[in-house]
């Protein structure tokens, strides 16, 4: 490796105690869809001494700006989504309880008796139900209709039809492992902190922090329409399919695994992957010997599925830290996994230029 390759590797950012403390603020913090704002105050706290430039816009985005040294720099998008998946209120009912819609893709099967956290004071609640002995038919799938959150005595002066509901589940570091709701996409979020703090002069770095991702893409439309950058990067989380199957029988299908590095996706619901991005970024992996995987074709999508479609088309890829129980009160994902998601999209934004976009 030259003397060039060795420096860049040196100044490759090390997520620490540091990164993992702003990481457990992250997730954390109650954003679901609509309701971004206590996760968006911790960003703007990190990235403001940075910034050349920060636009919260319409929708609540926030758009950051790190200029590159040349006036035609590359403009480089990178976009994470604050938001989460969760619960809103719709109903009040008598003794504290409210009913609930869900928002964005969370299986109802496991919302029963899920501890929650309701609106910006993280009143405690539960999801209540009939226990298990007095139940008549156990193989029937309670319907969300059928659920409330109990906030208990005075719950109704405590909270109001339209308040969200995030799942109390606060974040811990287990050995290798970190353990929280929200890690899609906190992860991302905070990987695109420490980017944005460690910006090169190379290109023009167009960060954008996104709202409502899970309920269809929407910050990201129109983060890409404002940026108009002349690549689109989504820094995600997705699926780590790597756990026997229900029936006990051989998984062979593995989307990704925890502890073989970030993802790239070839393909998803929302998104072909630009030929020209695959090509730049397995090659420089290779090249830094940065461990990677690669996400298999299937469902789901990520912010790419907007951005690539804006203004004339842009070049979109997603590099994603895997995690299990996508969706979840919970998920789990590896601090390898998530170092490797930084270091591979920094040497990215240090060795990225027009040519790479070249036919």
């Not at 193989?139 to 969200?164: C, F």
């Not at 589940?169 to 991302?188: E, H, Y």
């Not at 269809?216 to 995600?236: E, K, M, Q, T």
């Not at 299908?253 to 730049?280: E, H, M, Q, V």
Request: with cysteine; net charge negative.
């Amino acid at each position: 490796m030259n003397t060039n390759n060795e420096q860049l590797i040196s100044k490759i950012p090390i997520i620490g105690d540091e990164q993992i403390e702003l990481l457990e603020r992250l997730s954390n913090a109650c954003g679901v869809s609509g309701a971004e704002e206590e996760v968006r105050q911790i960003v703007l706290e990190q990235v403001k001494p940075y910034a050349d430039e920060i636009t919260i816009d319409a929708l609540g985005n926030v758009l950051v700006w790190r200029k590159g040294k040349n006036p035609d720099s590359m403009k480089v998008m990178l976009a994470a989504h604050m938001d989460e998946v969760g619960l809103m209120l719709v109903d009040s009912d008598e003794g504290g309880t409210f009913s609930f819609e869900i928002v964005g893709g969370i299986d109802e099967r496991q919302l029963v008796g899920k501890a929650v956290w309701v609106g910006k004071k993280h009143t405690p609640g539960v999801i209540g139900s009939r226990p298990i002995h007095l139940e008549d038919d156990l193989s029937r799938k309670i319907p969300v209709k059928s659920l409330k959150i109990d906030l208990g005595p005075g719950g109704n002066d405590k909270a109001k039809p339209g308040d969200h509901a995030c799942f109390a589940t606060p974040f811990q570091k287990v050995g290798p492992s970190l353990i929280g709701k929200a890690l899609d996409d906190r992860i991302g979020v905070a990987t695109l902190i420490e980017l944005v703090k460690n910006a090169p002069y190379e290109v023009d770095l167009c960060a954008a922090f996104t709202v409502q991702e899970e309920v269809g893409l929407r910050g990201a439309r129109v983060a890409a329409y404002s940026f108009n950058p002349d690549v689109g990067i989504a820094l995600d989380s997705t699926p780590a399919n790597d756990l026997p199957t229900w029936d006990e029988e051989e998984n062979v299908f593995y989307n990704t695994r925890l502890g073989f590095g970030a993802a790239i996706y070839i393909a998803d619901n929302a998104t072909l992957s630009d030929p020209r991005l695959i090509k730049f970024f397995t090659s420089l992996a290779e090249e830094y010997n940065i461990q990677y995987q690669v996400r298999q074709p299937g469902t789901g999508g990520t912010d790419a599925g907007a951005i690539h479609k804006q203004r004339m088309g842009i070049p979109s890829v997603s590099i994603s830290v895997p995690g299990r129980n996508a969706h979840s009160a919970v998920g789990i994902a590896r601090i390898s996994d998530w170092q490797s998601q930084l270091s591979w999209l920094f040497l990215a934004l240090n060795r990225m230029n027009k040519s790479i976009l070249q036919r």
